[in-house]
């Protein structure tokens, strides 16, 4: 089993940038998810971490230090469209992925 | 449009009534998945099929149920429902069930409630 910790909420002004930390616990890492889910919607998948570093796309980038067991979502720009539900996810062997109980962001003109 | 569809969009069911949801994707996705959603505790698996014929469980299994006839299908069934299972349920597949960055897509969800 493992323990994904992220904050249940952040606020920010639109235009600024916002990181959202996540937490985890697993024997058996085999990847690091993040998600954004809009109210009454389904997830829909923003990025992948299995080594350690940045990845960037576009307004968006994730980080991962397999060693502090710890991933950040960065992101920059922030647009009114950004509010939403960002999860982290831990793939865990070979096909189950883990959730964590999401970061609600709200963006603020 | 190529995707994964899920019906119904939401239902009322009595507790105790046996209830099926419907999940059906045209990928040709190998591994499909059921996860239910509650407020404050995020998405959890209830049961996975990692190619057609073969499920497993999750991490809250205990009264559902599900079968993998085919690639495409991949139905949940409520044998008895409670009202602890009032939830958003959400399917989801992936093309190869793990390897890499196998990224999961996710149906737009069945909301249940049981009274």
């Known amino acids: 089993g493992q323990n994904i910790d992220q904050p249940t909420e952040m606020t920010a002004t639109e235009g600024a940038i916002v990181q959202i930390n996540c937490t985890y616990q697993?024997?058996?890492?085999?990847?690091l998810f993040w998600y954004q889910q809009h109210a009454g919607e389904a997830p829909t998948f923003l990025s992948y971490?299995?080594?350690?570093g940045l990845e960037e796309k576009g307004r968006f980038s994730s980080f991962l230090s397999r060693s502090k067991g710890y991933s950040y979502l960065l992101l920059k720009e922030l647009q009114m469209k950004d509010s939403a539900s960002y999860l982290c996810?831990?793939?865990?062997?070979?096909?189950?992925?883990?959730f964590g109980a999401g970061t609600t962001v709200t963006v603020r003109a | 449009i190529a995707g994964i569809t899920q019906a119904p969009t939401s239902q009322i069911l009595a507790a105790g009534r046996r209830m099926t949801l419907r999940c059906t994707q045209d990928?040709?996705?190998?591994?499909m998945y059921w996860y239910r959603q509650d407020l404050g505790l995020g998405l959890r698996l209830i049961h996975y099929?990692?190619?057609?014929?073969?499920?497993g469980k999750g991490e809250v299994p205990d009264g559902y149920s599900v079968s993998r006839a085919n690639t495409d299908d991949f139905p949940l069934t409520l044998a008895s429902a409670v009202p602890s299972q009032t939830s958003v349920y959400f399917c989801?597949?992936?093309?190869?069930?793990?390897?890499?960055?196998?990224?999961?897509?996710f149906g737009p969800g069945t909301r249940l409630t049981v009274l």
């Open positions: 989801a597949s992936s093309p190869s069930g793990g390897a890499g960055g196998d990224t999961q897509y």
């Open positions: 697993t024997s058996g890492f085999n990847g």
């Open positions: 971490n299995v080594l350690d």
């Open positions: 996810a831990v793939r865990e062997g070979d096909y189950k992925l883990s």
């Open positions: 990928m040709r996705h190998n591994a």
């Open positions: 099929s990692n190619t057609a014929g073969t499920t």
